[in-house]
């Protein structure tokens, strides 16, 4: 099969988009209002931006029936979040946190998931992520305002919390992290096996 993305609707788009793209880290950012109220909601269209400085990049696909979701629009008032890492015994919990709640809603408190203080920035962190990455933002790059396009939060992190247990020389211990990944639909996946393959390195000669 081979069809022009011209001839597609949205709604037949986004699952060759999300299904063909697997699997996805789920960044569960949690950020703060002006009125105080603290917000957690996940994404998984996520990734790293860049190392030097270390960035972050996380995606809003804009809602239909408002201008930008809570996280964007905290962002946008005071400039800091904190990415929390889903791990698979957090999975539950997370998604219950993607319900649709009105913004003056804590999700922490709807859901019952407990809190920790960040060190640099004002959002609470989820006290159960192994890993997390207290951020402010750096910009937001809108490609376009329309339902279902991106806009694109590009974020500096400013501090890093690594669990001890999931950390040794140096690195974060994946299996010990064991995050969950997004697929299409209403899938997610686990990490139960992982292999190793050294980058080549050509003869100069």
């Not at 979040?81 to 999975?91: G, I, K, R, T």
């Not at 997370?94 to 809190?115: L, R």
């Not at 899938?187 to 050509?202: C, G, H, M, T, W």
Request: net charge negative.
């Amino acid at each position: 099969m081979f069809v022009e993305s011209a001839k597609l609707s949205t709604p037949e788009i986004y699952p060759l988009l999300v299904g063909g793209i697997v699997p996805r880290p789920i960044a569960w950012v949690s950020t703060r209002s002006d009125d105080g109220i603290d917000n957690l909601a996940p994404y998984s269209f996520f990734t790293v931006a860049s190392c030097n400085p270390p960035v972050l990049s996380v995606t809003q696909v804009n809602p239909g029936d408002r201008a930008d979701k809570d996280t964007l629009s905290n962002l946008l008032q005071n400039g800091e979040c904190v990415v929390n890492v889903v791990s698979s015994d957090l999975a539950e919990v997370m998604n219950a946190s993607c319900a649709d709640y009105p913004s003056q809603i804590s999700e922490f408190e709807a859901v019952g998931i407990e809190t920790d203080k960040s060190h640099q920035v004002s959002p609470l962190s989820v006290k159960q992520a192994k890993v997390r990455y207290e951020c402010r933002l750096r910009e937001v790059i809108s490609i376009t305002d329309q339902p279902a396009g991106g806009k694109m939060m590009l974020l500096d992190v400013v501090g890093f919390y690594v669990n001890d247990d999931v950390y040794s020389d140096g690195m974060i211990n994946s299996k010990k992290l064991d995050a969950v990944g997004k697929l299409g639909g209403n899938d997610y996946s686990k990490i139960q096996e992982q292999f190793a393959l050294v980058r080549p390195v050509l003869d100069s000669e």
